[in-house]
């Protein structure tokens, strides 16, 4: 009967109250129902890296002033919508588990987490526990008062005894650098004894990072600086903000002596001369637990160097060897890292050798770690080189530079090796090279390391001494690179507006027409009036400024203003043969004359795009063509050059022949490729031709004369677009497409 009374009871109040709401005129639930009544939605808490079996608690916060304790993992069901927050508070292990000693403390990756629940949604928060530090590892609560042994590696050390409580065999002191201790300590108490000076004194032997730490979840970015004493900083963060320390390279004295004792041969005639500076650097995010299936994230080497090399080397000199340049080892917060730089050099001499070498180099090499498994990276960011060489021989001079963490074997290893080959068959030598990735893990007593993967950089052009192909006589000589412009994709075609000296550039891949300034600051597009990707050739009309570009799929010539407008096409006639080709305009600007190239054939157009007439045909004679390539235009003398296999033909204003120069050959004056990109500089009149397979950008006179050679020192070997600014006539660019960049040379 009561439980009855109760039922009508609270029937009877809440409809006492509903209509007390209605008659008051409120139309709504109130604030007391409202919360009760709202759509709710689950909040799930996940936790991760915990060992299994271990529980922890937080302290979780939400709306309407909501606060518990709860335990994790755990799922709230009809959670108030809004935010909810967690202080992620450590755990300490209560059980032993694989290697981790009770009193062992879980650290949390995130000190806060939070998530927002929406009504009717499921979200999950998850807390992740990373790092766990053995109830074994300690750290030392006051100074060192005397080393025993090497600082950097002590068999012992002495401390007050306030520094330690109850010290015992089998404890991990954990220490970053001091004055006394330059490398820090991770180091086993193998014994403690109290002497009457009231002092430890401890006995130590190296111990393992996973000993100290059997999960661990650490980032860190530092330099491999030369100097060991530097203190340790309070984060990876602080040490990230320092100026790299380089070490420097001047170790002529030290090399010669190392080469003169190690190479077979005679042991006088050498002379090294070596400058230069070298910065290598240890980066990476690694997460490993002692009960999971090895190590995850990744651990980087970088290496970025200067350096200059003039060696003189005797006669069947042979040797590889290598000279330290130190070891390193530092703390990165609270987790030692360690790593070791050398120069490599090795030489196979014919003859007598003088080399002289300058190289710029930003490379980086590592590994993605996957369980017991890994995936080893490389890359070259940076590699700017030239070389003279005299003699017959093979030289390569290189920088190796490795890290690791701790004393796990965990470590990443890049070496950049570039190598002086001498080929006579060619006139000149060539500097090729790779970065060389040797990635490990050792985890667990069980060592895992990758075959090493090696990744090539192609190839760089060094002078023969002799044939002077970078110092010699006549006008078109005394070039030097002189800057980049980078990420301009796949450029097949390269112009230069006289009025204004912007760069245009081709992708063969895009639609679009790229703008850099002089400086290379990029600064806008043209795109297609087709929409279709397979630009390719382009010129700039000198007296309007106009732009043509050769779209390729379509076999059009599209037209654009100075201003970039899109002003309309025009197709070459049918001629019957394939246009795959057509890869080159050019303009004249007194004429008004558009010639573009395709197959065996060039086209004359009118700047409306009305055609005019061709020259050319098919075949091998004067004013023939196996293959009409690169063309391009004399602005004073409007006389028209076009690239054939392996010559160059020149034509005046009307098509009509005038002259050739040039055949295949490895001799000055010759061309070791077929296909060859030209450009003409309308002050000088001298006629640029870039033969890809030999290295060198040629130079001619108007009629013909080889004038010398200069090296393109950045270019790996491949058909480059050339172009000559035709106002400031002492700059010549070349478009490497395969780097995705421009290169200048100036005089």
């Known amino acids: 009967m009561g439980f009855h009374r109760r039922l009508r009871s609270g ?37 991760t890296g915990l060992p299994r079996g271990q529980r922890a608690t937080s302290v979780l916060r939400g709306p309407d002033e909501f606060r518990d304790m709860v335990r994790l993992p755990t799922t709230i069901r009809n959670a108030r919508a809004g ?67 090497d600082a950097a590696d002590p068999s012992a050390i002495t401390v007050p005894l306030s520094a330690l409580v109850a010290p015992r065999p089998g404890l991990i002191i954990v220490q970053p650098p001091t ?5 820090g300590l991770l180091d086993d108490v193998t014994a403690a004894r109290r002497l009457r000076t009231g002092q430890w004194l401890l006995s130590l032997k190296p111990a393992s990072l996973r000993q100290a730490y059997p999960s661990l979840d650490v980032s860190f970015d530092v330099p491999l600086g030369p100097d060991r004493s530097m203190d340790a900083p309070a984060s990876p963060s602080a040490r990230t903000a320092e100026s790299n320390p380089a070490f420097d390279l001047g170790l002529s004295q030290e090399l010669t002596d190392k080469l003169e004792a190690e190479c077979h041969g005679s042991p006088s005639g050498w002379a090294v001369s070596m400058s230069g500076s070298l910065v290598p650097r240890l980066s990476g995010h690694i997460d490993y637990a002692s009960w999971s299936d090895g190590a995850y994230g990744e651990l980087n080497a970088s290496i970025n160097a200067d350096a200059h090399l003039s060696i003189t080397v ?49 490379a980086h090499g590592g590994v993605d770690l996957e369980g017991w498994s890994g995936i080893p990276q490389a890359s070259v960011t940076r590699l700017h080189g030239n070389a003279t060489l005299a003699g017959a021989a093979e030289l390569s001079f290189g920088f190796e530079a490795q890290g690791g963490l701790g004393v796990d074997g965990i470590d990443g290893h890049v070496a950049v090796t570039p190598e002086v080959v001498e080929q006579p068959e060619h006139r000149r030598c060539t500097i090729a090279g790779e970065v060389e990735v040797a990635p490990g893990i050792d985890l667990l007593g069980v060592h895992m390391s990758h075959t090493l993967w090696k990744h090539d950089f192609g190839q760089l052009p060094c002078a023969k001494a002799g044939t002077a192909p970078i110092v010699g006589k006549g006008t078109g000589l005394g070039y030097r690179f002189a800057g980049e412009v980078d990420n301009v994709g796949y450029a097949v075609g390269l112009a230069v507006d006289p009025a204004s000296d912007d760069i245009y550039v081709t992708d063969v891949s895009s639609p679009d027409v790229e703008k850099y300034s002089p400086s290379g600051v990029y600064l806008g597009s043209l795109t297609s009036g087709n929409g279709s990707d397979g630009m390719s050739g382009i010129a700039v009309d000198p007296e309007t400024g106009d732009v043509y570009v050769a779209d390729l799929p379509n076999d059009y010539i599209e037209h654009f203003s100075e201003s970039g407008a899109y002003l309309g096409d025009f197709s070459l006639p049918d001629t019957g043969e394939d246009t795959d ?33 061709e020259f050319g045909g098919y075949g091998e004679g004067p004013g023939q063509f196996g293959s009409a390539g690169a063309i391009a235009v004399d602005q004073s003398t409007n006389d028209v050059y076009v690239a054939d296999l392996g010559r160059i033909e020149r034509f005046d204003a009307s098509g009509d022949y005038l002259s050739q120069f040039g055949s295949m050959g490895t001799r000055p004056g010759q061309f070791a490729s077929a296909g060859l990109p030209i450009a003409v500089n309308s002050a000088t009149h001298e006629i640029f031709v870039e033969d890809p397979d030999a290295y060198l950008i040629d130079v001619f006179s108007p009629s013909g004369q080889f004038q010398g050679s200069f090296n393109d020192s950045m270019t790996l070997s491949g058909n ?21 960049r421009i290169l200048e040379f100036a005089r």
């Open 314 to 362: 005797p006669a069947d000199a042979a040797c590889a060897t290598s000279l330290d340049l130190g070891k390193w080892e530092g703390w990165a917060g609270d987790f030692p890292v360690e790593g070791s730089v050398a120069v490599e050099v090795s030489i196979s001499a014919k003859t007598p050798v003088k080399l002289t070498a300058s190289t710029s180099i930003a």
């Open 720 to 740: 480059y677009p050339i172009a000559v600014d035709p106002t400031l006539a002492d700059r010549v660019y070349l478009a490497q497409s395969d780097a995705g």
């Open 179 to 183: 004055g006394a201790l330059p490398s």
């Open 581 to 613: 080709n057509m890869l080159s305009l050019a303009v004249d600007g007194t004429t008004g004359t558009v010639y573009v190239t395709s197959g065996s054939n060039v086209f004359r157009f009118d700047r409306s795009g009305d055609f005019l007439g």
């Open 83 to 149: 935010v909810y927050s967690m202080q992620v508070r450590s755990v300490r292990i209560s059980r032993a588990v694989r290697g981790i000693p009770v009193g062992s403390v879980a650290l949390p990756v995130r000190a806060v987490v939070s998530a927002r629940v929406d009504p009717r949604r499921r979200v999950t928060m998850t807390v992740h526990y990373g790092t766990i530090r053995s109830a074994r590892a300690v750290s030392l609560d006051g100074p060192v008062v005397s080393v025993t042994g």
């Open 11 to 47: 029937i009877y109040c809440f409809g006492l109250t509903s209509l007390v709401a209605v008659a008051s005129g409120a139309g709504s639930v109130p604030t007391a129902f409202a919360s009760t009544l709202a759509p709710r939605g689950t909040l799930v808490i996940r936790v």
